[in-house]
Protein backbone atom coordinates (compact mmCIF):
# COMPACT_ATOMS: atom_id res chain seq x y z
CA UNK A 1 0.00 0.00 0.00
CA UNK A 2 3.21 2.11 0.51
CA UNK A 3 4.46 2.03 -3.47
CA UNK A 4 4.87 5.81 -4.56
CA UNK A 5 2.97 6.93 -7.38
CA UNK A 6 3.63 10.53 -8.82
CA UNK A 7 0.93 13.28 -8.16
CA UNK A 8 -0.09 13.87 -11.46
CA UNK A 9 -0.82 9.80 -11.65
CA UNK A 10 -2.78 10.33 -8.17
CA UNK A 11 -5.06 12.62 -9.92
CA UNK A 12 -5.25 10.21 -12.49
CA UNK A 13 -6.49 7.37 -10.82
CA UNK A 14 -10.40 7.80 -10.19
CA UNK A 15 -10.30 8.43 -13.96
CA UNK A 16 -9.12 5.08 -14.84
CA UNK A 17 -11.04 3.48 -12.15
CA UNK A 18 -13.78 5.00 -13.82
CA UNK A 19 -12.94 4.32 -17.44
CA UNK A 20 -12.41 0.85 -15.98
CA UNK A 21 -15.59 0.37 -14.04
CA UNK A 22 -17.64 1.34 -17.72
CA UNK A 23 -15.65 -1.07 -19.44
CA UNK A 24 -15.95 -3.91 -17.41
CA UNK A 25 -20.06 -2.39 -17.60
CA UNK A 26 -19.68 -2.85 -21.65
CA UNK A 27 -18.68 -6.21 -21.21
CA UNK A 28 -14.97 -6.14 -22.23
CA UNK A 29 -12.65 -8.37 -20.66
CA UNK A 30 -9.30 -7.03 -21.75
CA UNK A 31 -7.94 -3.54 -23.50
CA UNK A 32 -4.51 -2.76 -24.72
CA UNK A 33 -2.52 0.85 -24.01
CA UNK A 34 -3.60 1.85 -26.94
CA UNK A 35 -7.54 1.13 -27.06
CA UNK A 36 -7.26 2.81 -23.28
CA UNK A 37 -5.54 5.69 -24.38
CA UNK A 38 -8.26 6.56 -27.28
CA UNK A 39 -11.08 6.46 -24.57
CA UNK A 40 -8.82 9.03 -21.69
CA UNK A 41 -7.40 11.00 -24.38
CA UNK A 42 -3.45 9.47 -23.75
CA UNK A 43 -0.96 8.24 -25.22
CA UNK A 44 -0.69 4.07 -25.41
CA UNK A 45 2.71 4.85 -23.52
CA UNK A 46 1.18 7.26 -21.01
CA UNK A 47 -0.55 4.84 -20.27
CA UNK A 48 1.73 1.90 -19.51
CA UNK A 49 4.03 4.37 -17.88
CA UNK A 50 0.85 5.45 -15.62
CA UNK A 51 -0.16 2.03 -15.03
CA UNK A 52 3.18 0.49 -14.13
CA UNK A 53 3.71 3.51 -11.61
CA UNK A 54 0.26 2.09 -9.71
CA UNK A 55 1.47 -1.71 -9.92
CA UNK A 56 -1.05 -2.73 -12.45
CA UNK A 57 -0.09 -5.24 -14.47
CA UNK A 58 -0.63 -5.89 -18.14
CA UNK A 59 1.02 -8.86 -20.51
CA UNK A 60 3.43 -7.59 -23.74
CA UNK A 61 0.24 -7.97 -27.07
CA UNK A 62 -2.51 -8.92 -24.72
CA UNK A 63 -3.29 -5.53 -22.60
CA UNK A 64 -4.64 -5.11 -19.50
CA UNK A 65 -7.29 -7.53 -17.89
CA UNK A 66 -10.12 -5.11 -17.42
CA UNK A 67 -11.28 -6.22 -14.26
CA UNK A 68 -8.51 -7.01 -12.76
CA UNK A 69 -7.18 -3.81 -13.15
CA UNK A 70 -10.40 -2.36 -11.84
CA UNK A 71 -10.04 -4.22 -8.95
CA UNK A 72 -6.50 -3.16 -7.96
CA UNK A 73 -7.04 0.32 -7.97
CA UNK A 74 -10.65 -0.26 -6.12
CA UNK A 75 -7.94 -1.92 -3.06
CA UNK A 76 -5.65 1.28 -3.77
CA UNK A 77 -8.31 3.85 -3.49
CA UNK A 78 -9.92 2.25 -0.36
CA UNK A 79 -13.22 1.33 -2.50
CA UNK A 80 -13.44 -1.65 -0.78
CA UNK A 81 -15.02 -0.82 2.30
CA UNK A 82 -17.70 1.30 3.40
CA UNK A 83 -16.86 5.04 4.42
CA UNK A 84 -19.03 7.06 6.99
CA UNK A 85 -19.74 10.45 6.25
CA UNK A 86 -20.70 13.20 8.53
CA UNK A 87 -21.53 16.48 6.73
CA UNK A 88 -21.46 19.88 8.74
CA UNK A 89 -24.08 22.02 7.43
CA UNK A 90 -27.50 21.05 6.58
CA UNK A 91 -27.67 23.78 4.04
CA UNK A 92 -28.52 23.06 -0.39
CA UNK A 93 -24.81 22.07 -0.72
CA UNK A 94 -25.14 19.78 2.39
CA UNK A 95 -28.62 18.36 1.00
CA UNK A 96 -27.47 17.67 -2.60
CA UNK A 97 -24.21 15.41 -1.18
CA UNK A 98 -26.62 13.76 0.83
CA UNK A 99 -28.99 13.22 -1.30
CA UNK A 100 -26.42 11.77 -3.76
CA UNK A 101 -27.60 8.54 -4.49
CA UNK A 102 -24.31 7.37 -6.17
CA UNK A 103 -22.42 8.25 -3.42
CA UNK A 104 -24.07 5.25 -0.54
CA UNK A 105 -23.51 3.05 -4.24
CA UNK A 106 -19.99 3.58 -4.09
CA UNK A 107 -19.34 2.97 0.01
CA UNK A 108 -19.64 6.55 0.59
CA UNK A 109 -22.65 6.74 3.13
CA UNK A 110 -24.21 10.04 5.30
CA UNK A 111 -24.80 8.87 8.84
CA UNK A 112 -25.53 12.62 10.27
CA UNK A 113 -25.94 16.34 9.06
CA UNK A 114 -25.07 18.66 11.43
CA UNK A 115 -26.36 22.23 11.37
CA UNK A 116 -26.10 25.75 13.58
CA UNK A 117 -29.41 26.52 13.13
CA UNK A 118 -31.37 23.05 12.33
CA UNK A 119 -34.76 23.51 10.30
CA UNK A 120 -35.70 20.06 10.82
CA UNK A 121 -34.51 16.55 12.94
CA UNK A 122 -33.90 14.38 10.19
CA UNK A 123 -33.63 14.66 6.43
CA UNK A 124 -35.42 11.70 4.07
CA UNK A 125 -33.50 10.75 0.97
CA UNK A 126 -34.24 7.90 -1.73
CA UNK A 127 -31.84 5.28 -0.16
CA UNK A 128 -32.21 6.39 4.31
CA UNK A 129 -33.44 8.78 6.71
CA UNK A 130 -30.44 10.57 8.21
CA UNK A 131 -30.19 12.34 11.74
CA UNK A 132 -30.19 16.28 11.68
CA UNK A 133 -28.50 17.34 14.66
CA UNK A 134 -27.66 20.86 16.55
CA UNK A 135 -23.71 21.64 15.57
CA UNK A 136 -23.02 22.42 18.81
CA UNK A 137 -24.08 18.44 19.99
CA UNK A 138 -20.63 17.53 17.46
CA UNK A 139 -18.87 16.05 20.55
CA UNK A 140 -21.36 14.37 21.77
CA UNK A 141 -23.10 12.85 18.93
CA UNK A 142 -20.20 11.99 16.09
CA UNK A 143 -17.47 9.35 18.27
CA UNK A 144 -20.96 7.25 18.19
CA UNK A 145 -21.36 7.65 14.57
CA UNK A 146 -18.45 5.53 13.19
CA UNK A 147 -17.69 7.95 10.85
CA UNK A 148 -14.45 8.85 9.19
CA UNK A 149 -15.04 11.74 6.83
CA UNK A 150 -15.85 14.98 7.36
CA UNK A 151 -17.76 17.17 5.16
CA UNK A 152 -17.86 20.93 5.50
CA UNK A 153 -20.69 22.23 3.79
CA UNK A 154 -20.94 25.34 5.95
CA UNK A 155 -19.95 29.63 5.69
CA UNK A 156 -16.29 29.81 5.04
CA UNK A 157 -15.66 31.82 8.62
CA UNK A 158 -17.14 28.65 10.38
CA UNK A 159 -14.81 25.97 8.28
CA UNK A 160 -11.72 25.81 10.09
CA UNK A 161 -12.93 26.16 13.63
CA UNK A 162 -15.11 23.13 12.39
CA UNK A 163 -12.01 21.53 10.75
CA UNK A 164 -10.11 21.72 14.28
CA UNK A 165 -13.20 20.08 16.38
CA UNK A 166 -13.43 16.96 14.06
CA UNK A 167 -9.59 16.69 14.26
CA UNK A 168 -9.82 16.55 17.55
CA UNK A 169 -13.08 13.86 17.56
CA UNK A 170 -10.65 11.59 15.72
CA UNK A 171 -11.92 12.43 11.70
CA UNK A 172 -8.66 12.52 9.44
CA UNK A 173 -10.36 12.93 6.27
CA UNK A 174 -12.02 16.43 5.22
CA UNK A 175 -14.13 16.95 2.06
CA UNK A 176 -14.52 21.29 1.78
CA UNK A 177 -16.76 22.34 -0.13
CA UNK A 178 -16.51 25.81 1.45
CA UNK A 179 -13.56 28.28 -0.23
CA UNK A 180 -11.67 28.72 3.30
CA UNK A 181 -8.13 27.14 2.88
CA UNK A 182 -7.43 24.91 5.83
CA UNK A 183 -5.03 24.42 8.01
CA UNK A 184 -4.57 21.09 9.03
CA UNK A 185 -2.45 19.01 11.18
CA UNK A 186 0.01 16.59 8.48
CA UNK A 187 -2.60 13.31 8.95
CA UNK A 188 -5.72 15.21 7.99
CA UNK A 189 -6.43 14.58 4.13
CA UNK A 190 -8.27 17.58 2.95
CA UNK A 191 -9.83 17.62 -0.43
CA UNK A 192 -11.31 20.84 -1.77
CA UNK A 193 -14.17 21.25 -4.14
CA UNK A 194 -13.93 24.34 -5.36
CA UNK A 195 -17.00 25.26 -7.43
CA UNK A 196 -17.11 29.19 -7.48
CA UNK A 197 -13.19 28.73 -8.58
CA UNK A 198 -14.16 26.18 -11.21
CA UNK A 199 -16.64 28.69 -12.81
CA UNK A 200 -14.40 31.21 -12.14
CA UNK A 201 -11.77 29.28 -14.85
CA UNK A 202 -14.66 28.72 -17.31
CA UNK A 203 -15.22 32.27 -18.17
CA UNK A 204 -11.26 32.74 -18.36
CA UNK A 205 -11.07 29.97 -20.79
CA UNK A 206 -14.81 32.09 -22.61
CA UNK A 207 -12.94 35.14 -22.13
CA UNK A 208 -9.79 34.14 -24.13
CA UNK A 209 -11.76 32.77 -27.25
CA UNK A 210 -13.04 36.03 -27.14
CA UNK A 211 -16.64 34.35 -26.21
CA UNK B 1 -5.99 39.49 -23.67
CA UNK B 2 -4.56 37.44 -25.33
CA UNK B 3 -0.85 37.32 -23.30
CA UNK B 4 0.48 33.97 -22.88
CA UNK B 5 -0.06 32.33 -19.47
CA UNK B 6 0.62 29.19 -18.52
CA UNK B 7 -1.76 26.61 -17.55
CA UNK B 8 -0.53 25.59 -14.03
CA UNK B 9 -0.58 29.92 -13.52
CA UNK B 10 -4.27 30.15 -14.87
CA UNK B 11 -5.69 27.13 -12.63
CA UNK B 12 -4.25 29.23 -9.61
CA UNK B 13 -5.72 32.37 -11.38
CA UNK B 14 -9.20 32.32 -9.15
CA UNK B 15 -7.38 31.44 -5.88
CA UNK B 16 -5.03 35.11 -6.77
CA UNK B 17 -9.21 36.58 -7.00
CA UNK B 18 -10.17 34.93 -3.90
CA UNK B 19 -7.40 36.25 -1.60
CA UNK B 20 -7.06 39.40 -2.97
CA UNK B 21 -10.96 40.16 -2.81
CA UNK B 22 -10.55 38.89 0.99
CA UNK B 23 -7.62 41.21 1.66
CA UNK B 24 -9.78 44.19 -0.03
CA UNK B 25 -12.51 43.21 2.38
CA UNK B 26 -10.05 43.49 5.32
CA UNK B 27 -9.27 46.51 4.23
CA UNK B 28 -5.41 45.59 3.27
CA UNK B 29 -4.57 48.13 0.34
CA UNK B 30 -1.42 46.82 -0.47
CA UNK B 31 0.59 43.84 -0.24
CA UNK B 32 4.26 42.05 -0.61
CA UNK B 33 4.58 38.96 -2.07
CA UNK B 34 6.17 37.59 0.91
CA UNK B 35 3.01 38.31 2.71
CA UNK B 36 0.71 36.95 -0.14
CA UNK B 37 2.41 33.81 -0.67
CA UNK B 38 2.39 33.00 3.24
CA UNK B 39 -1.68 33.29 2.68
CA UNK B 40 -1.55 31.38 -0.45
CA UNK B 41 1.38 28.80 0.57
CA UNK B 42 3.75 29.84 -1.78
CA UNK B 43 6.93 31.11 -1.69
CA UNK B 44 6.95 34.83 -3.15
CA UNK B 45 9.59 34.01 -6.20
CA UNK B 46 6.76 31.90 -7.15
CA UNK B 47 4.18 34.69 -6.38
CA UNK B 48 6.30 37.11 -8.23
CA UNK B 49 6.33 34.73 -10.84
CA UNK B 50 2.55 34.25 -11.26
CA UNK B 51 1.48 37.44 -11.52
CA UNK B 52 4.50 38.74 -14.10
CA UNK B 53 2.89 35.82 -16.52
CA UNK B 54 -0.27 36.87 -15.74
CA UNK B 55 0.14 40.49 -16.47
CA UNK B 56 0.23 42.12 -12.99
CA UNK B 57 2.37 45.04 -12.21
CA UNK B 58 3.92 45.49 -8.64
CA UNK B 59 7.18 47.81 -7.48
CA UNK B 60 9.91 46.87 -5.58
CA UNK B 61 9.86 47.58 -1.91
CA UNK B 62 6.49 48.29 -2.08
CA UNK B 63 4.65 44.85 -3.41
CA UNK B 64 1.06 44.93 -4.68
CA UNK B 65 -2.15 47.24 -4.86
CA UNK B 66 -4.18 44.95 -3.57
CA UNK B 67 -7.58 46.52 -5.46
CA UNK B 68 -6.28 47.12 -8.79
CA UNK B 69 -4.55 43.63 -9.11
CA UNK B 70 -7.71 42.05 -8.03
CA UNK B 71 -9.43 44.40 -11.46
CA UNK B 72 -7.06 43.17 -13.49
CA UNK B 73 -7.53 39.62 -12.26
CA UNK B 74 -11.58 40.47 -12.88
CA UNK B 75 -10.64 41.51 -16.18
CA UNK B 76 -8.96 38.85 -17.39
CA UNK B 77 -11.26 36.64 -15.99
CA UNK B 78 -14.19 38.29 -17.61
CA UNK B 79 -15.61 38.59 -14.01
CA UNK B 80 -16.42 42.09 -15.03
CA UNK B 81 -19.53 41.16 -17.02
CA UNK B 82 -23.00 39.14 -16.65
CA UNK B 83 -22.78 35.58 -17.65
CA UNK B 84 -26.31 33.90 -17.80
CA UNK B 85 -26.54 30.04 -17.56
CA UNK B 86 -29.37 27.79 -18.22
CA UNK B 87 -28.80 24.68 -15.91
CA UNK B 88 -29.89 21.05 -18.08
CA UNK B 89 -31.31 18.92 -15.34
CA UNK B 90 -33.89 19.96 -12.33
CA UNK B 91 -32.86 17.00 -10.19
CA UNK B 92 -30.66 17.93 -6.70
CA UNK B 93 -27.57 19.21 -8.63
CA UNK B 94 -29.18 21.67 -11.10
CA UNK B 95 -31.40 22.45 -8.02
CA UNK B 96 -28.20 23.44 -6.09
CA UNK B 97 -26.72 25.31 -8.73
CA UNK B 98 -29.69 27.16 -9.12
CA UNK B 99 -30.08 27.96 -5.64
CA UNK B 100 -26.65 28.79 -4.58
CA UNK B 101 -27.28 32.48 -3.98
CA UNK B 102 -22.94 33.47 -4.18
CA UNK B 103 -23.16 32.43 -8.69
CA UNK B 104 -25.21 35.24 -9.12
CA UNK B 105 -23.46 37.45 -6.70
CA UNK B 106 -20.39 36.87 -9.00
CA UNK B 107 -22.20 37.69 -12.38
CA UNK B 108 -23.43 34.29 -13.10
CA UNK B 109 -26.85 34.28 -13.05
CA UNK B 110 -29.18 31.19 -14.14
CA UNK B 111 -31.79 32.08 -16.59
CA UNK B 112 -33.84 28.87 -17.13
CA UNK B 113 -33.55 25.02 -16.08
CA UNK B 114 -34.50 22.28 -18.73
CA UNK B 115 -35.62 18.97 -17.21
CA UNK B 116 -36.63 15.80 -19.29
CA UNK B 117 -39.35 15.30 -17.06
CA UNK B 118 -40.07 18.69 -15.05
CA UNK B 119 -42.16 18.22 -11.97
CA UNK B 120 -42.87 21.75 -12.06
CA UNK B 121 -42.94 24.98 -13.88
CA UNK B 122 -40.36 27.42 -11.73
CA UNK B 123 -38.05 27.24 -9.40
CA UNK B 124 -38.33 29.89 -6.48
CA UNK B 125 -35.02 30.32 -4.90
CA UNK B 126 -33.88 33.56 -2.71
CA UNK B 127 -33.24 36.10 -5.19
CA UNK B 128 -35.31 35.18 -8.81
CA UNK B 129 -37.88 33.01 -9.65
CA UNK B 130 -36.70 30.59 -12.41
CA UNK B 131 -38.68 28.87 -14.86
CA UNK B 132 -38.43 25.26 -15.55
CA UNK B 133 -38.97 24.25 -19.10
CA UNK B 134 -39.53 20.77 -20.78
CA UNK B 135 -35.81 19.44 -22.27
CA UNK B 136 -37.63 19.14 -25.61
CA UNK B 137 -37.75 22.95 -25.87
CA UNK B 138 -34.35 23.61 -25.43
CA UNK B 139 -33.90 25.10 -29.36
CA UNK B 140 -37.30 26.77 -28.91
CA UNK B 141 -36.55 28.41 -25.79
CA UNK B 142 -32.70 28.88 -25.70
CA UNK B 143 -32.06 31.82 -28.42
CA UNK B 144 -34.28 34.18 -26.28
CA UNK B 145 -32.39 33.45 -23.04
CA UNK B 146 -29.05 35.23 -23.61
CA UNK B 147 -27.37 32.17 -22.39
CA UNK B 148 -23.64 32.01 -22.56
CA UNK B 149 -23.29 29.30 -20.25
CA UNK B 150 -24.71 25.25 -20.63
CA UNK B 151 -25.01 23.71 -17.18
CA UNK B 152 -24.86 19.71 -17.24
CA UNK B 153 -26.61 18.32 -14.28
CA UNK B 154 -28.93 15.23 -16.00
CA UNK B 155 -27.43 11.91 -15.98
CA UNK B 156 -24.13 10.93 -17.92
CA UNK B 157 -25.51 9.17 -21.03
CA UNK B 158 -27.74 12.34 -22.00
CA UNK B 159 -24.61 14.62 -21.34
CA UNK B 160 -22.76 14.32 -24.54
CA UNK B 161 -25.75 14.41 -26.89
CA UNK B 162 -27.34 17.92 -24.98
CA UNK B 163 -23.64 19.45 -25.48
CA UNK B 164 -24.12 18.66 -29.43
CA UNK B 165 -27.32 20.68 -29.01
CA UNK B 166 -25.93 23.67 -26.66
CA UNK B 167 -22.99 23.65 -29.56
CA UNK B 168 -25.41 23.96 -32.44
CA UNK B 169 -28.09 26.34 -30.10
CA UNK B 170 -24.52 28.47 -29.99
CA UNK B 171 -23.39 27.76 -26.73
CA UNK B 172 -19.57 27.75 -26.14
CA UNK B 173 -19.20 27.12 -22.77
CA UNK B 174 -20.36 24.08 -20.53
CA UNK B 175 -19.68 23.43 -16.60
CA UNK B 176 -20.12 19.42 -16.62
CA UNK B 177 -21.22 17.92 -13.27
CA UNK B 178 -21.26 14.62 -15.06
CA UNK B 179 -18.90 11.93 -15.14
CA UNK B 180 -18.93 11.93 -18.86
CA UNK B 181 -16.15 12.50 -20.68
CA UNK B 182 -17.65 15.34 -23.27
CA UNK B 183 -16.12 15.50 -27.00
CA UNK B 184 -16.55 18.90 -28.19
CA UNK B 185 -15.36 21.31 -31.06
CA UNK B 186 -11.96 23.52 -30.17
CA UNK B 187 -13.88 26.68 -29.61
CA UNK B 188 -15.78 25.16 -27.09
CA UNK B 189 -14.62 25.59 -23.78
CA UNK B 190 -15.78 23.20 -20.94
CA UNK B 191 -14.75 23.05 -17.10
CA UNK B 192 -15.77 19.21 -15.59
CA UNK B 193 -16.88 18.96 -11.73
CA UNK B 194 -16.17 15.50 -10.73
CA UNK B 195 -17.57 14.82 -7.56
CA UNK B 196 -17.00 11.25 -7.36
CA UNK B 197 -13.70 11.79 -8.34
CA UNK B 198 -12.92 14.29 -5.76
CA UNK B 199 -14.60 11.47 -3.29
CA UNK B 200 -12.33 8.75 -4.64
CA UNK B 201 -8.96 11.04 -3.94
CA UNK B 202 -9.49 11.65 -0.83
CA UNK B 203 -10.57 7.69 0.08
CA UNK B 204 -6.71 7.18 -1.52
CA UNK B 205 -5.19 9.87 0.53
CA UNK B 206 -6.85 7.94 3.33
CA UNK B 207 -5.85 4.76 2.32
CA UNK B 208 -2.37 5.53 2.05
CA UNK B 209 -2.30 7.18 5.77
CA UNK B 210 -3.32 4.21 6.89
CA UNK B 211 -6.81 5.34 8.36
Redesign the interface.
Known amino acids: ??TYVPEAV??R???Y??HLRDLEQEGVQQISSQELGE???MTPSQIRQDINSFGGAGRQGYGYQVSTLKEHLRG????DRE?RMAIIGAG??G??VA??T??PR?G?RTVALFDAEPTGSELVTDGATIPVYPAEELEARLPELGA??GVLALPAGAAQDTADRLYRLGI??I?NFT?A?LRCPE?M?V?N???????????????????
Chains 1, 2 share one sequence.
Do not use: C, T
Open positions: MSIRLPSYRRMGIMGLHRIKANYGFEFSIRAWPDDAMVRLSESLHLLSYMMNQMGK
